[in-house]
């Protein structure tokens, strides 16, 4: 059974959601044969030498489920500035922006899903910007409260812009997802990002296929996942937790 998780959006300012990840990883530890991470695992992730303790824990929790499960992590929009180090701080092995696993005689396609929504072209631009090499170094070499601002206006100027843009605009595009499932010879398509948690039936050419979008973590909503064994796609819930004291 392989467990996927996506779009958590981990942060200090929510405590709540970071002790349900460390409930659910904790439950699953030696349970799952490996947990995918596809993407926004954090809200926000300025690079992997940030000092702050809130990643030091996060980073802690990971590296405690590793030891007993593989686990896979792909970066998402949120924190696509995930490198090296964070792999080898955790023990997770980083994927590529479309990583094709088989898994019981399936092919699974596994994406964070914001490259699909290709209807929304500033995005796409914006995203070909913070995307490249060049953002990446520049980005990194800044001090570590100058990267916590900038991360703060991109995320103001997001969800600025996503509120003002129609939702089939920010929604993936049809086209986009048969592409990619042709390309691959996929069965399976999972990703994130949209925050419209499903699983669509599809056809692609000849053959079937189905799409899992994985659910947002939300204060309200018990969804935090889904998990696949022998072809069944399952959601993941846990009671939401009070923090810690
Ligand atoms: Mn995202």
Redesign the pocket.
Known sequence: MLLFLS?LHLSPERPTLLSRFRALLEEQAGRVEALYIL??LFDAWIGDDDPAPFAAEVKGVLKRFGKATPLFFQR???DFLVGDRFAAETGARLLEDEALVEHQGLRLLLM?G?QLCTDDIEYQQVRAQLRSPGFRRQALALSIPERRALAAEYRRRSGESLSLKPDDITDVNADAVRRALEIHQADLLIH??THRPAIHELETGDRPARRVVLPDWRENDPRVGATLDAGRVEWVATAAREPKP
């Open positions: 779009d993407g926004d998402g929009n949120r964070h914001d994130g990002h």
